[in-house]
């Protein structure tokens, strides 16, 4: 009783002294009539809250999410299932989903009337607009009589996980000089004598460079085959993503570090397409996905480490190994400082194909940051190097700078051309 007397809502309680107090005036003023509706004045709160207590304790719910994994942007649906068990039929049924600011707003339904034994469904949709780990729920019912004199709160369904992945952009192309993926460069083996007829063919694939069709293969198979001249996989490609808080600006969906994730995403996704094995790693050399047990080569691997990966608050690029080990390395990099570029240098082998994305971060802060790294300082140092570079600003579309980072790759330094000549 004492549970059911806490339910009560401001109505029903102030009906309860209503109805207490005109027993009182009955008794001394000896008024029958006034004595039966002060019992009925004082039996109707206390019904109700006996009815919502009973009605509050045979509700059952389910959560399902389709799909279970969604990407930036895009939709998906949430379904719950509601089933009454008690005795009585369930009314006045308020229903509050939690739902995180980035899923959208929290959604609310109102069930006048939920039958004993039978199934009712729910749906909201949802479209995430920040990458994560969500967390949605739990799912809370106000249960309340038609009369407003009782309400109780309870909990029906508690969390479900929701992986919302980076955006991933189609990219088309890849860094010429054919040495994506082999851990040397192209230009390299051809010197070293491996000419056209070393040359490995395969099918045409759309974006690949029609200059490359190797017609004498195209005409003995009649079918379109373009030339591929390097060797067979053997070392792999890096992808290196600085995600330094320091190294970033802006907030939320705009900020240049969700720009750089997304970019990194794209191209881990693009080079997979090409059959290449990936290796993601931090600005720390700390291995994201890729390592030799945890199945790197799979999309989902990939997109699934970005999803949960937070802003590192390291200061600056000093790893003290080859962020690499040997492979070739692809660097998406915020704003980094000369003597960030040089670390990264430092442990890199000349010779080895490093291409690198530099973050005009200043724009991604609308130009008002007076402290945010010049990437043409770092540009410089990085060409000197023999690094491809391409620079990204928030105007570019990430096809546009992957197509830049391409074309560097075959105009690179005179240090990498001098040392494999």
Not at 88 to 101: A, K, Q
Request: aromatic share 4%; glycine share 10%.
């Amino acid at each position: 009783m004492r549970t059911a007397l806490s339910g009560l809502t401001t109505r029903g309680r102030c009906l309860l002294a209503a109805g207490f107090a005109a027993g009182v005036c009955a008794a001394v003023l000896n008024e029958r009539d006034l004595l039966r509706v002060a019992a009925f004045v004082i039996a109707l709160p206390l019904l109700a809250a006996w009815l919502a207590t009973r009605a509050r304790v045979g509700l059952h719910a389910a959560r399902f999410l389709a799909p279970s994994r969604v990407p930036v942007g895009a939709a998906a649906e949430v379904k719950l299932d509601l089933r009454s068990t008690g005795r009585l039929p369930t009314g006045g049924l308020m229903l509050e989903d939690t739902v995180p600011y980035a899923l959208g707003a929290r959604p609310r339904f109102l069930v006048e009337r939920l039958p004993r034994n039978t199934p009712t469904s729910l749906r909201y949709p949802l479209k995430p607009v920040m990458r994560g780990i969500q967390q949605v729920g739990p799912l809370m019912a106000r249960i309340t009589d038609p009369f407003g004199l009782a309400e109780f709160d309870r909990e029906l369904a508690g969390r479900s996980r929701l992986v919302v992945v980076p955006r991933v952009v189609r990219l088309s192309g890849l860094p010429g000089g054919s040495g994506m993926g082999a851990g040397d460069d192209g230009s390299v083996r051809l010197r070293a004598g491996q000419g056209e007829d070393d040359a490995v063919v395969r099918p045409y694939r759309h974006g690949d460079d029609l200059r490359k069709v190797h017609w004498r293969s195209t005409a003995r198979r009649d079918e379109l085959m373009v030339r591929v001249e390097e060797r067979p996989w053997r070392g792999g490609t890096t992808v290196l993503l600085d995600h330094r808080v320091y190294a970033h600006r802006g907030s939320g969906p705009t900020a240049s570090l969700e720009w750089a994730i997304s970019f990194v995403a794209s191209i881990c996704l693009h080079l997979h397409h090409f059959g290449h094995q990936v290796r993601l790693v931090s600005e720390d050399g700390r291995v994201l996905a890729g390592g030799s047990s945890d199945g790197g080569h799979s999309d989902h691997v990939v997109l699934d480490s970005l999803a949960a990966l937070q802003a590192s608050h390291r200061r600056e690029l000093s790893a003290g190994i080859d962020p690499g080990a040997g492979q070739e390395v692809i660097a998406v990099l915020g704003g980094v400082s000369p003597a960030s570029v040089e670390e990264l240098i430092r442990y890199r082998p000349r010779g080895t194909r490093s291409l690198a994305v530099l973050l005009d971060v200043n724009a991604w802060a609308g130009g008002s940051d007076a402290t945010a790294p010049d990437p043409e300082d770092a540009r410089r140092l990085l060409s000197s190097a023999g690094w491809g570079v391409a620079i990204a600003k928030p105007s570019a579309s990430m096809q546009q700078v992957w197509q830049e980072l391409c074309a560097s790759a075959s105009h690179r330094g005179p240090s990498m051309r001098s040392e494999v000549g």
